[in-house]
Structures are given as C-alpha cells and as structure tokens.
C-alpha cells in the first residue's frame, strides 16, 4: 500500500522538458553553473555510513517486528505512540538511502555503476520494509473505538493526522501475504519498468541541423526563435520517439495493466481514485476540476493560441510553435546570478521569512542547476529527510521560463524545509497541496518582473509569458490526464497499438489546444517521453489544482487580506497534518465549492482579456 513505502519519497516532477529555451549562450557556461553536493546524506556510493545505516534499519526492522507484530490490538495509547517513533526513526533511516539513491540517479541515469547501486538500494529497502509491512496492515485492523480510546492519550493523539491517513486505506487493504508480495515483486514489475523507461530517455540521442544531443536539448530547440530550427528539432525528435514507440508503448501498456491488476484487488472505482486518496482529494473534487478546465477550453487557450497566430503572421500554428518566443521577444540570456537575484527579491518582498529560507538555497549546494548528459529532464524538488534538507535539481538554460522554474522550485524547497518540524511521517503533503507553495512563487515572481516593467511591450510580452506558462500548468495537465484517463480506460479491453495511443494523444490536443493548430502526424508520437505517465499516474491534475487554488488564494493576499503571511506560513508548515478544507478555510476558500474552480480560471482568462485589449490598442 502507498503509505508502506515512505523511502521512494514524492517528488516534484518536471512539468515539461520542452518548456525551457535553448542552452545557455558562451558568457554563461555550463562548467560555471553549479552542482549539487549530496554529502548532507552521504559522502559517496562507499560511504560506511550507508552501510552501517541500511545494516542498522534491518536491524530495526527485525527487532521492530519481533516486538510488535500481532501486538498492535492490545498496546495502551502511549505504547503505540512509542511504536510510532520507532518505526519513524526507521523510516527515516530508509528515507535517506533511498533520497541519495534517487537523486545520484537523477543527476547521471547513463552512469551504469550509479544505475546499478540505486537499484540495489531499492532492492535493499524493500527487503527491510518487508519486515515493517505489518504495522500499517495492523494499524488498519484496529477497531475504530478501540483506537479511538487509545487516542486519549495525548502522545498517542500527536500522531492522529498520519493514523487518518493510514486508515484511509482501509477498504483498499489485503491480506498480510498478498501485501508482502505486492510489496517484494514490486522491483521487478512496476519499479524495473520504470528504470527502464528513466535509462531509454538517457540514452537517447537526436540529430538536429548536424548536431547530436539528448532529447532534453533537442526539445529545448522548440522555444527557438527560428521557425526552421523549431521544425527540424520537432521533426527530428518525432522521429526518434517513432523509432523507439513500440519500446514506450510496451512500457505503456505494461503498466497501466498493472495498475489495473492492483487497482481490482483494492476495489478502487476507477483508475483516477487510488491517486485521488494518496492526495487526500474527493473524486467529485478532481472531477468538477477537470470539467470546469475543460469546458473552459475555448475562453483559455483556444483564444489564447488564435492570438498567438495572428502575432506570429500565421494561418495556423503547428506542433513545435506552441512554445515559440513571441514576436519582439527580446532573445536574452539571463545569467544565473541575475535569476537568483530576481527570485530572491520575489520572494524578500512577500515576507522576510520566506526570503530567509529561498537565501539558503541559493547560497548553499542544495541546487543543481546545468544541463548534463544523462540528466534527468525538467527540474524537480526532494525532501529527502527532515534531519537533512531539500535538494532541488534544475535544466537551468538562461530564459525567463527557467527563472519562473526556479521560483518554482524554490516553492516547493520552502515548504518542504518548513515543513520538516512536523517529522517524516507527516511533513509529506498530498500533490495537490505540495505545488500551491510552487505556484504561487511563480506568482510573486512574475507579478514583481511586471510591478517593475514600466514599458507597453515589454509588459505585454512578460503577460503573454504568463498566460502560457498557465496555459501549461492548467490546460495542458488537464488535457494530459484526460489522455491517461482514456488510455487506462481502454487498456482494460486490451492492449493499445502505438497508433491507438496516438490516436487518443492527437484527440486530446486537438480537443484543448483548439482550431489555432495543425497537427502533423510526427505529433503523434510526443506522449512517449512525459515521465508523469510513467512514474505517477494520474499526477498532472495536482498542477491545475495547485494553479487555479493559487489564483483564488492570490487574489486573496492581492485584496490585502489581514495576516496573510502569518496564514500562509502557518498552511506551508503544517506539512501532510491538514486537508485542503482546513489548510484553505482561513483565507475564506473552499475547493468544494462548485464555484471555486472558476474563480482561479478567471484568473488566466482576465490576462488574455488583457492581451485582447493591447491587441486593439494596438
């Protein structure tokens, strides 16, 4: 079950590799650009440590299980609440191996000696975690008035936002064998897939204009000011996805299948609900979400893109223009000083606190920024472990859109860091909550480049930036999990050929990006490398939950709220011990609320009403 494997801890994935622009020009060098440094875990593949840490935690785990298993029923709330920190510690303990693991694999995926230890890692942790798999079945079994009785406790009761969580899952639970399976051959079903799909990438290479590159520099070529350039990469990528399509629907299908098999077993309703329950989220919640988006669709980016056209000179905007540079848009590298500057004083402006937190980051080796050869695409953030810190890894190419993905980034760095007083069990919070911290960094971002932009054009090109940065966040997620939607769907009949899933992917572009585009068939193969399919399926609403949330709760601290920061604050440190309800209620907000949805749309579709209006000014 999903809260048994707290060591393969959430990240924040990439939204897109193909958001970010070219690579860096000559005056901002790659070597320049600085690395992480992983030491605050481990000083290296053969640090003792991790030895002496993994070897500890079996212990733990043995001794843990020898103490407690078949025992949970009749412990008093103050011996339960001493198990808690037991098995805490030893989660913790996983937490770190498993964090280094992943983030030596993100920075190098080529690297075969890194492939090979984080696989023996996960290897390793799902061994312990086996002897630790009852306690959450036995937490699960317990009566609700028995545990109840036990809450009154007061050492007991600081646990009862996790024990919620936990039980949870109650009617999605198996038997303790079924579940030690599920849990043991997980390396090998749906994690091998995985990997293999992470290595794929890597290893790729496409050819634009002579040149080789990896396929996250070859996407990055669609934000190129050239139409020709934008063409040929897009082709050229195309090209190489067709090439290996049969590789990626193979992944694919395997496991969607196996999420089918899991979800049967667990009498999930549908294949959106187990991800649903992990963000703590009602299915009817997501489901007004992606209708109101949906229905939103022409007043967004239909007319958003008709826009774009007609600046751009064209009849029809194809695949690789979605993300081209607007007319007049200045063709400037942003040094990677001048982008921590700028999100720095974004941040200092909201609250000094903030800022306090963002200065530590970008003076510390938390951050790696360059693009590298074997790198994971795109930019995430880690937590890693609350006795560590945040890792935050970027493709830093020296656009505006990269410094927005910093802002992004740093979101997520402060809530995780001031999430942390809350322990590792529960300073996790649920996807849709985890990118509001995000988002609205972005927000402050961009809403302090404009405050500070006093000319016409270039105001309008920072708004037009904006809205298609919303436009990917929301529409495109949107549309994003309606693919997955119908591709899990008809896996249950049987597997899908490679020209039925981009048949599916083609249906749901042309349905949200509108009659502003033309697609060609070389389109149809782009579902092949967004990791979001493979690793967290059904992920991609949390970003137009957390963008539209941030749009309402905005406007809230724009309107001039009393105590804004103290509330903010206070919802980032509250980690994973709230719902969206309680998080959301001080600042008069309800995700409930059939109306809520809306008012974060109009948000993007007042700046476009903007846009309109330059345009006739014009």
């Not at 999903?2 to 060098?29: K, N, V």
């Not at 020898?66 to 339960?80: C, E, I």
């Not at 472990?385 to 802002?407: E, F």
């Not at 309402?552 to 804004?564: D, T």
Request: aromatic fraction near 10%; charged fraction near 25%.
């Amino acid at each position: 079950m999903e809260h048994t494997a707290h060591f393969s801890r959430s990240l924040s994935l990439p939204l897109m590799a193909a958001e970010a622009g070219p690579a860096p020009s000559s005056d901002q060098s790659v070597a320049a650009l600085p690395r992480w440094d992983l030491s605050a875990l481990y000083a290296g593949m053969d640090d003792p440590q991790l030895g002496a840490d993994l070897a500890g935690a079996a212990a733990a785990a043995k001794s843990f299980a020898k103490l407690y298993l078949g025992r949970l029923n009749s412990l008093n709330g103050g011996q339960l609440a001493q198990a808690m920190s037991e098995f805490e510690e030893i989660e913790e303990k996983l937490g770190r191996a498993g964090s280094y693991a992943s983030l030596l694999f993100a920075a190098d995926s080529s690297n075969p000696s890194i492939s090979r230890f984080s696989q023996s890692i996960n290897e390793r942790l799902t061994d312990i975690s086996t002897d630790l798999l009852f306690f959450g079945l036995e937490l699960n079994r317990l009566e609700e008035a028995d545990l109840q009785a036990k809450m009154d406790d007061p050492a007991l009761a600081r646990w009862q936002p996790y024990l919620r969580d936990v039980r949870m899952y109650r009617p999605h639970q198996l038997g303790d064998d079924v579940e030690k399976v599920l849990l043991e051959k997980s390396v090998t079903g749906a994690q091998a897939w995985c990997r293999l799909f992470d290595e794929t990438i890597a290893a790729l290479r496409v050819t634009v204009d002579g040149q080789t590159m990896t396929v996250g520099d070859a996407l990055n070529r669609l934000s190129d000011t050239d139409r020709g350039v934008r063409e040929r990469a897009g082709k050229a990528v195309g090209s190489v996805f067709e090439g290996n399509v049969r590789l990626f629907a193979l992944i694919t299908n395997t496991l969607a299948k196996d999420k089918s098999i899991s979800d049967g077993l667990r009498h999930f309703a549908r294949p959106t609900s187990s991800r649903n329950l992990s963000n703590m989220v009602e299915d009817g919640v997501v489901d007004a979400l992606v209708s109101a988006v949906r229905t939103d669709y022409p007043r967004l980016s239909h007319r958003y893109y008709a826009l774009k056209a007609k600046w751009m000179g064209l009849d029809k905007l194809e695949h690789w223009d979605r993300n081209a540079p607007l007319p007049g848009c200045e063709d400037r590298q942003i040094p990677w000083t001048e982008a921590k500057s700028i999100v720095q004083k974004a941040y200092d402006g909201f609250d000094p606190r903030m800022g306090k937190v963002i200065n530590t980051f970008l003076t510390s080796p938390w951050i790696d920024v360059p693009p590298a050869p074997g790198k994971s695409p795109g930019a995430f953030a880690h937590p890693t472990v609350p006795s560590a810190h945040p890792y935050i890894l970027l493709n830093y190419h020296g656009r505006i859109r990269d410094v927005m993905t910093l802002a992004h980034e740093l979101g997520h760095g402060v809530h995780q860091v001031l999430a942390a007083k809350q322990g590792y069990l529960m300073s996790d919070t649920p996807l849709t909550l985890a990118e509001t911290a995000s988002v609205f960094g972005e927000m402050l971002t961009f809403q302090s480049l404009l405050d500070t932009e006093k000319d016409p054009a270039r105001r309008r090109l920072l708004l037009a930036g904006k809205v298609e940065d919303m436009l990917n966040t929301v529409v495109r997620q949107i549309a994003f999990y309606e693919f997955e939607t119908r591709v899990h769907d008809e896996r249950k009949k049987g597997e899908l050929l490679p020209e039925r899933i981009g048949e599916i992917w083609r249906a749901v572009q042309t349905e949200s990006l509108g009659p502003a585009f033309n697609f060609t068939p070389d389109y149809d193969v782009f579902w092949a490398y967004i990791p979001h399919f493979i690793h967290s399926p059904f992920y991609v609403y949390a970003y137009a939950f957390g963008d539209c949330l941030v749009n309402a709760l905005y406007k809230v601290f724009s309107e001039g709220a009393p105590g804004f920061q103290d509330k903010y604050i206070a919802m980032l440190e509250a980690g994973g011990t709230l719902r969206h309800k309680e998080l959301l209620a001080p600042f008069g907000l309800d995700a409930s609320d059939p109306g809520f949805w809306r008012k974060g749309l109009d948000v993007i579709s007042g700046f476009i009403d903007q846009l309109e209006q330059a345009e006739h000014g014009a």
